[in-house]
């Protein structure tokens, strides 16, 4: 059973505009949340994080929202650029000893 | 600072065949992985460890097995290759699954293997 969504497996976007890339969770007892960013051929690489105790992070043009009573989080990119195309995944963890990671959503930022 | 490493970077083998991915990691984590990403999927856990000589079975376990018999290496053996085995694996490391300033998990640069 999927406990991390990213329901839209890919997403383009102008570059210049905003991305936003959306991940549900089903288990409330997640309470740590990443997003990784993935090019062909490598492995993935650490973003950004954001815990419960938060509903915003922010570094630099990249920002993780949490919504917990949604069991919602979301990465924003602005500006987008090109070189953010890319396929990023959320991951989240809580009680036990994983990272549950969801299914991933390409990024395609167009010049 | 060489983080998480693993070998080979590509392999091919014959169905049947066993071989043996290498991880290690130079960051003393208590905590290592092993996932596989199909195409157009996300990444399975295979298996994990939370520290030397404890495993535990991940999502999609079958046909590997794995130890850690020290905090740095924690090999993934491929017993009877199928093709059904063809795929890109990932080792990865973490401090904590939990919420600590600065904690996240580090993965190495992948595995491509074909099972023919």
């Known amino acids: 059973d999927q406990q991390v969504k990213q329901n839209s497996p890919s997403l383009s976007v102008q570059e210049g505009r905003i991305s936003i890339l959306n991940c549900d969770y089903t288990n409330s007892m997640f309470d740590y949340f990443l997003w990784y960013k993935k090019y062909p051929a490598e492995g993935p690489t650490f973003l950004i994080s954001i815990s419960s105790i938060k509903d915003k992070n922010e570094d630099g043009r990249f920002t993780a929202f949490l919504n917990k009573s949604a069991k919602h989080l979301s990465l924003h990119i602005v500006p987008s650029q090109p070189g953010d195309s890319a396929v990023y995944f959320c991951a989240a963890s809580g009680w036990g000893n994983q990272f549950y990671f969801g299914t991933g959503t390409s990024l395609t930022v167009i010049p | 600072n060489a983080g998480v490493t693993q070998t080979p970077k590509f392999r091919i083998l014959k169905i049947g065949q066993s071989m043996t991915l290498q991880c290690t990691q130079d960051m003393n984590h208590n905590y290592m992985y092993w996932y596989r990403q199909d195409p157009g999927m996300g990444l399975k856990l295979i298996y994990y460890s939370v520290g030397a000589g404890i495993t535990d079975k991940g999502e999609v376990p079958n046909g590997y097995n794995v130890s850690r018999s020290t905090t740095e290496d924690f090999p993934l053996r491929l017993e009877l290759a199928a093709p059904s085995q063809t795929s890109v694996y990932f080792c990865?490391?973490?401090?904590?699954?939990?919420?600590?300033?600065?904690?996240?998990?580090?993965f190495g640069e992948g595995s491509w293997l074909t099972v023919v």
């Open positions: 990865a490391s973490s401090y904590s699954p939990r919420q600590l300033a600065g904690n996240t998990i580090y």
